[in-house]
């Protein structure tokens, strides 16, 4: 039988993590040592209070059975979190917890917008950004991103028709792909126009907890009147090292977290009580740990970026996030090709730019995770190989 598949599936492309992963294993084969920096998981594991906690979960039965919802004792974690953290207040009708913000951003334009709706995303942006308002049919509208604006969008540049057509916006500092950080200022003006043109703000603040030169990552939520008009999603995964269990919240304005979870209740039975209570203790737990880690993000980034430096590659240290926004260095100017040669070359692998939107083209991004002393084995690896000319 010859199948047809929806249009809208068809237009999904593996792309260029298929191609990468296949020169990963020629190189494997080939007995070359392979430095991987495409892929964005912790090399971290999670606090041991964290695994006890789950560990225990596992042993009692009734944890195995439908969760149906966020128990008590998550929503009240996750209200003293975000109070202690962040200095915003929730009510429990303001939070839900979701399979990771990843299937979040694939689900919430279903609350949101019908199809032909305009959702404004950024360029280069997280490319679920924009597939999930896609997968229910609307209309993206992308706002770009500039080196020269720290990466932050200029309100001016949005079109005033497509700002009054837009149902919704992400926006999403630190922020992956770029690597740079928003300021008070920024968050102000964003609500301003969210107002101003009656559109939801959703804020995915996924690496809150990983901000560098000893700044503090912030809560969109935590900027007056930032409730009125979105929603925030915080993700456990980068800053407890649980990738893999897949929770995040979706907390903030309570009439879109109604509507959101009356979508989402008839998708799933609710977040398994083992990651609940995993969560909890991630929530309410020590959190020095989480700072550490951010300290020695930083020092990998250091190591990363001042070592390309020194070697000729004009790298800027990541302001935050586990990353780094290198442009292409000398004469390169397609990243898909300078990936696959740095590949052959130097058997480093970074994800190209281009993955990110039009805009990412002429950089590459690279993840910070491995320690210090394999970062610098991965330096000399491009010096020696002499790809930088
Ligand atoms: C910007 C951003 N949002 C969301 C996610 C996914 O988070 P989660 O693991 O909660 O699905 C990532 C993961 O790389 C990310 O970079």
């Given at each position: ?5 929806s249009?809208r599936s068809?237009k999904i ?92 951003m694939a689900h919430?334009a279903i ?17 679920v950004?924009s597939l999930g308002p896609e997968l229910v049919g609307a ?251």
């Amino acid at each position: 039988m010859e199948f047809e598949f929806s249009k809208r599936s068809e237009k999904i492309q593996e792309g260029i993590f298929a191609a990468l992963d296949h020169k990963k294993t020629e190189l494997l084969a080939a007995g070359r040592k392979v430095y991987n920096f495409s892929v964005g998981t912790p090399d971290f594991s999670p606090q041991p209070h964290i695994m006890k906690a789950m560990a225990e979960a596992a042993m009692d039965p009734e944890n195995y059975k439908y969760a149906l919802t966020d128990r008590e004792e998550l929503l009240s974690a996750m209200q003293g979190f975000y109070q202690k953290r962040f200095g915003v207040e929730l009510e429990q009708d303001e939070i839900m917890s979701l399979y990771g913000s990843q299937e979040g951003m694939a689900h919430i334009a279903i609350a949101l917008c019908d199809p032909g709706d305009v959702v404004l995303v950024p360029n280069p942006g997280y490319p679920v950004f924009s597939l999930g308002p896609e997968l229910v049919g609307a209309e993206i509208e992308t706002y770009p991103l500039y080196a020269e604006n720290n990466f932050l969008p200029d309100f001016e540049d949005i079109p005033e028709e497509t700002a009054r057509k837009a149902r919704f916006m992400i926006v999403s500092y630190p922020a992956n792909p770029v690597c740079s950080v928003a300021d008070d200022a920024f968050y102000e003006r964003l609500t301003a126009f969210a107002r101003k043109y009656q559109i939801i703000v959703l804020h995915d603040n996924a690496y809150s907890d990983i901000v560098y030169g000893g700044k503090e990552g912030k809560s969109f939520l935590s900027y007056p009147g930032a409730k009125e008009v979105g929603i925030e999603f915080y993700s456990l995964s980068k800053s407890y090292n649980m990738t893999g269990l897949r929770i995040s919240f979706a907390v903030g304005n309570r009439e879109i977290i109604r509507q959101f979870r009356k979508v989402r209740s008839q998708i799933d039975y609710g977040t398994s009580l083992l990651v609940q209570k995993a969560a909890v203790a991630a929530l309410t737990g020590p959190q020095e740990a989480v700072k550490e880690q951010c300290r020695e993000y930083e020092r990998r980034n250091h190591a990363l970026c001042g070592g390309l430096r020194k070697i000729g590659w004009e790298v800027p240290d990541s302001q935050g996030t586990m990353f780094v926004w290198a442009p292409l260095p000398g004469k390169y100017k397609d990243s898909s090709r300078f990936v696959m040669e740095l590949m052959e070359k130097t058997g480093m692998i970074v994800t190209p730019g281009s993955a990110f939107g039009d805009l990412g083209e002429g950089y590459v991004r690279m993840a910070l995770v491995h320690p210090v002393p394999v970062i610098e084995e991965a330096v000399e690896a491009v010096r020696q190989s002499g790809i930088l000319g």
